[in-house]
């Protein structure tokens, strides 16, 4: 069956900590993985977008890492600010003409 | 771009009454859109898939008749909840994707829907 975990469910860190969110999946087969941030009230937004054969991912201070093989995925959050306070979902697509699989999400808050 | 615009944002309605939500691509052809529900603290749920010019395709347990979704044009996709119930309040959400799924799944903004 394909899933997408998440963990942990919800973490809470001091401003300007660094913080890493992991991602499961036994979707197969695989075509990408992608972190969506959601703030509440809000639509979620693409924060990256990775293939089987990429290892690495930036977009400012969110890296997102994917091993294929292991079939994992973790996004990592540097420098954290209170805006980053929201939740994030790995999201997985499988093959063309599938619908994308969600993780439950992290809902993760940054305190002052 | 890959700009997603949905509306309205919030909308309040009244048991037995019909509510429509549309979600426009601004900047591409979205050949596909999607519509989800999400509840509290929980990740979103896929209701039904509608590619243009075709019949949308529900997720089971999703009811058509409840409902309805039009994708007539190839930037605007609608949903409309029909003679809405309290248990309908809900976010919903669409996304779209141009042609070969290159445009990422592009989220709109929600809809939070609260029935009275």
């Known amino acids: 069956k394909n899933q997408v975990e998440q963990s942990p469910q919800s973490l809470i860190i001091l401003e300007g900590k660094n913080c890493t969110l992991q991602c499961n999946y036994t979707v197969s087969p695989f075509s990408n993985l992608r972190w969506y941030k959601q703030d509440t009230g809000r639509g979620p937004v693409s924060l990256t977008i990775?293939?089987?054969?990429?290892n690495t991912k930036s977009n400012g201070r969110y890296t997102a890492t994917l091993d294929a093989d292991t079939k994992q995925s973790s996004l990592h959050i540097t420098a954290s600010q209170l805006s980053d306070s929201a939740s994030y979902i790995c999201v997985v697509r499988g093959q063309a003409g599938t619908a994308l699989i969600f993780g439950k999400g992290t809902t993760l808050s940054v305190s002052s | 771009g890959a700009v997603v615009s949905q509306h309205p944002s919030r909308v309040i309605c009244k048991s037995g009454t019909s509510v429509k939500i549309e979600c426009r691509s601004l900047?591409?052809?979205?050949?596909?859109m999607f519509w989800y529900r999400q509840f509290p603290k929980q990740s979103l749920m896929l209701m039904a898939t509608?590619?243009?010019?075709?019949?949308?395709?529900?997720e089971q347990g999703v009811e058509k008749d409840k409902f309805l979704i039009n994708h007539a044009s190839l930037t605007l996709s609608t949903l409309t909840v029909t003679s809405a119930h309290p248990e309908d309040s809900s976010f919903y959400i669409c996304?779209?994707?141009?042609?070969?799924?290159?445009?990422?799944?592009?989220f709109g903004s929600g809809t939070r829907l609260t029935v009275v």
């Open positions: 900047d591409f052809q979205a050949t596909t």
């Open positions: 509608s590619n243009e010019g075709s019949k949308a395709t529900y």
């Open positions: 996304s779209a994707t141009g042609q070969g799924g290159n445009y990422g799944y592009t």
């Open positions: 990775m293939t089987f054969s990429e």
